[in-house]
C-alpha cells in the first residue's frame, strides 16, 4: 500500500511562514501529479496548488504570490508558504494522482490524512 505523510502544519501569526511536506511511502514506480488542497470549518475543500510530473504548477488564486508548491520526484511534494493570512486557517491535505506502483499495472489515487495550519490575527 501507499500512505501519504505530511508534516510541518501548525500555529504561526499572520505574516508568517510554514512549509508543509508531504511524502508517499511504498514501492512508488511514478506519480502523475501531486497537491495540496484545504479545507476551513465551515467551507468546501479547495485546492491549493498542483505539480505534475512535467513540473507544471497550477495555484489557486487566493494563495498567487505568497505559496510555492515544489516536487522531489517521485514522491515528495513540498508548499512554502509565506505572507500567511488568517483566512488560510485550514486543515491542509496532501494529494497524489495516478500513482503506479511496483508490480502493479493500474494506477490509483491517494489522500494524506491531513494536517492543522492555523494562523492567528
Known amino acids: 500500500q501507499v500512505q501519504l505523510v505530511e508534516s510541518g502544519g501548525g500555529l504561526v501569526q499572520t505574516g508568517g511562514s510554514l512549509t508543509l511536506s508531504c511524502a508517499a511511502s511504498?514501492?512508488?514506480?511514478?506519480?502523475?501529479?501531486m497537491g495540496w488542497y484545504r479545507q476551513a470549518p465551515g467551507k468546501q475543500r479547495e485546492l491549493v496548488a498542483t505539480i505534475t510530473s512535467g513540473s507544471s504548477r497550477n495555484y489557486a488564486d487566493s494563495v498567487k504570490g505568497r505559496f510555492t508548491i515544489s516536487r522531489d520526484y517521485p514522491n515528495t511534494v513540498d508548499l512554502q508558504m509565506n505572507s500567511l493570512k488568517p483566512d488560510d486557517t485550514a486543515v491542509y491535505y496532501c494529494r497524489a494522482d495516478g500513482v503506479l506502483i511496483y508490480d502493479f499495472e493500474n494506477k490509483k489515487d491517494y489522500w494524506g490524512q491531513g494536517t492543522q495550519v492555523t494562523v492567528s490575527s
Open positions: 511504498g514501492s512508488v514506480r511514478s506519480i502523475d501529479a
